[in-house]
């Protein structure tokens, strides 16, 4: 089996869906699972439609109608006429969200927000499978919540490998093209929960361990995998092959290309993972597998943006001790905040951290009761693997360097 993710980028309106198609048709579809992620920026729109639900602010009806509006136009370019069952489908996806929030007693904001969050990937794989039996493709309309199952820990839920393997072991067919979901599983109690933004890379890796599947390739609107973010550098240069190992470090530090999560299941199996073209597919892309050399051999950059540069010293002038920083990274995992450098002196601990689930501040007010806090928001985090000084000077031009800090194969920068 050969599993294909299609992200958000790739399905953001009608010609997208349509591409699709057209590259099943170059690539072939016999023994394919498709997992899809929700259509273009949905899954920020839901997120918005939570907020407004928790703020219980009257434009709550416009944000879900925004929604709703968006997929329907889409539906309106792929299907004739208004008579295909999938409009019937949509239409009961949104009259059960709406049902959700009226009948929802729970406060737990990130369990809300799974249950409204997930919506774009059923949504978006409805409208798939239906267009795919409309061109007159057959394929299986698979709900990923059967299938992959993952504790409770809302919005970045953990997958229980044991059971999602026995039944996905059981239930998927082969010899047909399954069209699954992206970025959800379900709790014990069948709640829905998301893997965290940008999890269906992960979930296309879930699925290839569980399968064996010969490959995992995953579409995208770049050529394959970049020495650096199209979006922030001017020249870049196409990375044929990488080992896992290569893609695991450049995913770590931010090449939002692959979801960092993607890397270990494929590589446990030695599965092939393929970085390609949705528009031009039959180009080869990048290939990672075991043990492959960077090819070819040149400096690779990853920028994250919007990072925060903490700094903590004793009050007392005491050293900064093993105590002190076991105690800190217990709260950063309490937390939820990454942590993506470290540098520490005797008595002052600095780390560039991402605060995606904005808690900086309830943290910040216990820190500050035991250390000196101080702290630079919006900062960037430049990492150059395979560095040369020509590159490091490229990075360093016009900026001001917080933090500078090289090991053998990598050096990173936080600037401002
Ligand atoms: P998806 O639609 O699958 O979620 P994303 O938008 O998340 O796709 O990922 C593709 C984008 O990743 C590209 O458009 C590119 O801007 C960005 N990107 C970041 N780092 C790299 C890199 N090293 N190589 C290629 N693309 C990269
Ligand atoms: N739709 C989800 C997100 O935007 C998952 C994904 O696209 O991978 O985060
Ligand atoms: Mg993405």
Redesign the pocket.
């Known amino acids: 089996m050969r599993i294909f993710k299609f ?4 399905v953001k309106d009608a010609e997208g869906v349509e591409n699709v198609y057209d590259v099943l048709q170059k690539v072939g579809y016999d023994d394919v699972l498709l997992v899809v ?1 929700a259509m273009g920026k949905t899954t920020n729109a839901l997120e918005v439609v939570v907020k407004r639900y928790f703020e219980k602010s009257p434009e709550l009806s416009n944000a879900i109608r925004e929604v709703k509006e968006y997929h329907l136009a889409i539906m309106m370019d792929l299907f004739e006429g208004t008579n295909n069952m999938v409009f019937n489908a949509v239409n009961k996806h949104f009259s059960d969200l709406e049902h959700f929030l009226v009948i929802n007693k729970s406060p737990n904001y990130n369990f809300v927000y799974d249950q409204i969050v997930s919506m774009g990937e059923i949504l978006s794989t409805t409208i798939l499978s239906h267009y795919f039996s409309y061109k007159g493709i057959n394929n299986e309309w698979v709900d990923v919540r059967n299938l992959i199952k993952t504790d409770q820990t809302y919005r970045d839920a953990v997958v229980d490998w044991e059971q999602t393997q026995e039944i996905i072991s059981k239930t998927i067919k082969r010899n047909t093209l399954n069209i699954t979901q992206g970025f959800i599983g379900s709790d014990e109690n069948y709640f829905t929960t998301t893997l965290g933004r ?1 999890g269906s890379d992960y979930t296309a890796a879930i699925f290839a361990y569980c399968t064996n599947a010969e490959s995992v390739t ?1 579409w ?3 050529p394959g ?2 020495n ?4 922030y550098f001017k020249d870049t240069t196409l990375l044929n092959q990488i080992s896992y190992r290569e893609a695991i470090e ?1 995913a770590f530090y931010g ?3 692959i979801h960092p999560k993607t890397l270990q299941p494929l590589q446990r199996k030695e599965i092939p993972l393929y970085v390609k073209s949705f528009i031009n597919p039959l180009l080869p892309g990048t290939k990672v597998s075991k043990g492959a050399d960077l090819e070819p051999q040149t400096s690779c950059f990853i920028v994250k943006k919007d990072q925060l540069l903490l700094s903590l010293s004793s009050i007392d002038f005491s050293f900064i001790m093993e105590d002190n920083i076991s105690e800190i990274f217990g709260l950063l995992s309490n937390y939820k905040i990454k942590v993506s450098l470290i540098q520490n002196t005797a008595i002052s601990f600095t780390i560039c951290v991402e605060d995606k689930f904005e808690k900086f501040q309830e943290l910040n007010a216990i820190l500050s009761k035991k250390f000196k806090v101080t702290y630079t928001e919006g900062v960037s985090l430049y990492t150059i693997r395979h560095f040369t000084e020509a590159a490091v000077h490229a990075v360093e031009a016009g900026k001001n360097v917080l933090v500078k800090q090289m090991s053998k194969e990598t050096m990173q920068l936080v600037t401002l």
């Open positions: 992200g958000g980028a790739s992620s940008e995953i995208k609107d770049v995998v970049l650096a973010d199209p979006r450049l090449a939002s290309v």
